[in-house]
């Protein structure tokens, strides 16, 4: 039987640090603040923007929900956009994706000042994680980051492991792929065109799975050992409206060493990342 790495006793751990530190944030005069654009309703973003702001809230932060109409303007949604970017009393600010269709050309990434950018994916943020980063200097995607939490909380050390990284969003599948080579992993990145996936993930000592389809990865991708390590991104729902990852747990458990949970696995390490981001990111803007 695998183990089954939940997020929640290493998110206790990392939420009492936060809460520390934004308490001396404080006493020096400044509130950590975060600022969340949702545009419309889609069920799923008014789920995480809640949970996100619940988080910061409990560990002493601020932070607004700044709800844009579904068929806000462009020029509306550009403008909120740049007040909160150019207000110095707002550390932390993102767009939460995806947004609607007339607005989905817009890089909002690179419209977020660098040191502001608690996902990470400003094209400076990016380019140090190219370059080799593993968080030093650069804010680091909140999903990726979570997930290397999660396994060093496990004692996993990804020097020399072989990794298939399945599904090449530029949100997980990419930057993750990026930071476990920064952490001298060799990494395999596999897409809906990969060609015989399944020699590749069984080849493999740890497979993420960051596909968006639910309970796509069962036991035929896996070899007999019973060994490898699965991380599971995917936030899906069965046919019975059960949520569900992009791995079939019940079908693996037996078949794998380690194995995080869907629910109360990667979805909530996403979350302590940002607030983990919010924290470094006051402080770049306190050191300014
Ligand atoms: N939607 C799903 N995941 C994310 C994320 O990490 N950041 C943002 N901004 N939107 C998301």
Redesign the pocket.
Same mark, same amino acid.
């Given at each position: 039987m695998a183990t089954v790495l939940k997020a929640a006793p290493i998110s206790q751990q990392i939420v009492e640090d936060l809460t520390k530190q934004c308490s001396l944030l404080k006493n020096n005069g400044c509130i950590p603040c975060l600022k969340v654009i949702l545009v419309g309703a889609h069920p799923p973003?008014v789920i995480?923007t809640r949970n996100k702001k619940k988080f910061m809230e409990d560990i002493g932060a601020e932070c607004e929900i700044i709800a844009l109409e579904e068929d806000v303007s462009e020029d509306t949604f550009l403008s909120t956009l740049q007040t909160y970017a150019k207000d110095s009393s707002v550390n932390g600010l993102?767009?939460?994706?995806?947004l609607p269709k007339h607005l989905s050309h817009i890089d909002v990434g690179q419209m977020v000042p660098p040191e502001k950018d608690v996902?990470g994916f400003h094209a400076q943020n990016l380019y140090k994680l190219m370059a080799g980063d593993k968080g030093e200097r650069a804010l680091l995607?909140? =999903?990726p980051k979570g997930v290397i939490t999660m396994l060093k909380y496990a004692g996993v050390n990804l020097e020399g492991k072989s990794v298939a990284v399945i599904g090449r969003s530029l949100?997980v599948g990419k930057p993750l792929s990026l930071l476990m080579i920064n952490y001298n992993a060799t990494v395999t990145m596999c897409h809906s065109r990969t060609s015989d996936l399944k020699k590749i993930t069984k080849s493999a000592d740890i497979i993420v799975a960051a596909i968006g389809k639910a309970k796509f990865i069962n036991s035929e991708y896996l070899r007999e050992s019973g060994d490898q390590i699965l991380i599971d991104v995917g936030i899906n729902h069965d046919e019975f409206g059960n949520l569900c990852g992009d791995i079939d747990q019940s079908d693996v458990e037996d078949k794998c060493a380690l194995i995080t949970p869907v629910p109360g696995g990667v979805g909530k390490m =996403?979350i302590v990342s940002l607030g983990q981001n919010l924290i470094a990111a006051t402080k770049i803007q306190m050191e300014k």
């Open positions: 973003s995480y993102f767009v939460q994706l995806p996902d995607p909140c =999903t949100i =996403t």
